[in-house]
Nanobody
Framework: VQLQASGGGLVQAGDSTRLSCAFS????????MAWFRQAPGQEREFVAA????????DYGDSVTGRFTISRDNAKLTVNLQMNSLKPEDTAVYFC?????????????????????WGQGTLVTVSS
């Protein structure tokens, strides 16, 4: 399984940007995909997740109402639309996949629920 993330870079506070992550290397799945982020000196934080079969989404408290996760079935890609960005959104963003089963809602925020991770892409929000 490979996860190829794209997007990110330097943006101004209040701006928007979009991250994408493409899933490949398996003829079945994905079942759930998610984004996490990690700022310097901080623990990895759950951002958002989507269940592939029904498109159900879940969000971390700090991004609810500003970020939107979506999936593209044809491209096997998950997107993260990030609006109203704040300096505290600055972090390396990682996409992750549960490639064998959907992640139950009570576990979507747990990094251990996902078995493959992308390489990470840096988003820097300047004030």
């Amino acid at each position: 399984v490979q996860l190829q993330a794209s997007g990110g870079g330097l943006v101004q506070a209040g701006d928007s940007t979009r991250l994408s992550c493409a899933f490949s290397g398996r003829t079945f799945g994905p079942y759930s995909m998610a984004w996490f982020r990690q700022a310097p000196g901080q623990e990895r934080e759950f951002v958002a997740a989507v269940t592939w079969s029904d498109g159900k989404t879940d969000y971390g408290d700090s991004v609810t109402g500003r970020f939107t996760i979506s999936r593209d079935n044809a491209k096997l890609t998950v997107n993260l639309q990030m609006n109203s960005l704040k300096p505290e959104d600055t972090a390396v963003y990682f996409c992750a996949v549960s490639s064998y089963r959907p992640v139950p809602v009570q576990f979507v925020a747990s990094s251990g629920s996902y078995d493959y991770w992308g390489q990470g892409t840096l988003v820097t929000v300047s004030s």
